[in-house]
Structures are given as C-alpha cells and as structure tokens.
C-alpha cells in the first residue's frame, strides 16, 4: 500500500470539499480549484478528511494512488495558504522592477524583458534583485517560475543569471584554467 496515497487529507476550517465523478472542487479563502482526477482512483469525504483508496494492486492504480492524494493535498494546502517560489536576479547591471502589472528586467540584453503576471500568478519585486511568484496552484506557481527563469538562466562560468533561491550553480573554470602549452 501507497505510504502516501494511504494518509488521509485533513480539511481545515472554512475549506469545502465536493466531489462529482472524477472531479473534484476545492473552495477556501483564496480562491477555487477544480481539477479532474483518473476514473479509477476512489475519492471519498469522510467528516474533516479527504480520503483516496485504488480498486486493485494493479502496477497504473499503485502509481496513481499517492500521485491523486499529493494533488488533492495540494489543492487543500494551495486554497488556504498558496504557494510562492523566489528567484534571485544575479549579475553586474541586472535588476528587476515592477511597473504595474509587469515585470520589467534588465538581463544584458540589447532589450528590456517584460514579463505580465494573469490572474492565476501575482509577481512582486521586493528589491531589484528578487522576484517571488505566487499563486493558488502549485504546478501554474512552479510552471511561471520556470518560463521567468528561461529568460537568463544561470551560466556555469560567472553564474550571473536568474536562479531559485538556493539553487547551487556549480561553476566551471574558464579557458585558461585548462592548462597553457
């Protein structure tokens, strides 16, 4: 049995739960998501939990169990307290700004890189050199964060890019390092 798929998902206060078929609704304090689960997997509330059980020991249903109860969690977790992902801006005249709904960035380009935030994702610009990203649902957080990112990822040579925070950039030596003849 799935470690995972067999804990239950605790509803806290002020977070409904409903279910149709497949499909399951979860509205809290910041919002509503609706997501569209596999047929196969059993999604049941039973008082303050949401509970995930499979029909068979079959190799899709064991894969599935965990995987349908970490979504139905994030869900859960997503509506009351979102989730936010930071990412450090890092080298000599990179700096980030926010105008509006935009997020302006200066990455050595010949061009500034506007980047709007939509109604799922808000981006904040605290200082020049960071910017978090946050949202009601998880993989839409993760996902923005990614393609923000892509825009200067961090090179292996003066690590100058954007990075998660924490994210470690193992550096490389450069041409003169290998060794002169």
């Given amino acids: 049995m799935s470690r995972i798929g067999r804990k239950p998902v605790n509803i806290p206060a002020g977070v409904e739960v409903s279910i149709h078929g497949s499909e399951v609704t979860v509205k809290g304090p ?3 998501l609706t997501q569209t689960f596999n047929p196969r997997m059993n999604i049941q509330v039973e008082g303050s939990e949401v509970l ?15 995987l ?25 005249g990179y700096r980030v700004q926010k105008q ?34 946050s949202g009601i649902d998880k993989q839409k957080v993760g996902q923005f964060a990614a393609e923000v990112r892509g825009k200067r990822p961090p090179e ?9 925070q924490g994210e470690y950039v ?4 450069g041409k003169a390092g290998k060794g002169a003849k």
Wanted: aromatic share 4%; no cysteine.
């Fill in 68 to 92: 349908t109860r970490t979504l139905v969690h994030n869900m859960v977790v997503g509506v009351t307290e979102g989730f936010s992902k930071t990412l450090e801006v890092q080298g000599v």
């Fill in 156 to 164: 292996p040579y003066k690590g100058k890019g954007i990075r998660y």
């Fill in 100 to 133: 509006g709904k935009d997020l302006v960035m200066n990455l050595g380009y010949s061009h500034q890189v506007i980047v709007s935030d939509n109604e799922d994702i808000k981006i904040d610009a605290p200082n020049p050199n960071t910017i978090v990203i």
């Fill in 52 to 66: 995930v059980t499979r029909p068979d020991d079959e190799k899709t249903s064991r894969a599935l169990h965990g």
């Fill in 30 to 32: 910041k919002g509503s």
């Fill in 170 to 173: 193992r550096h490389k030596e």
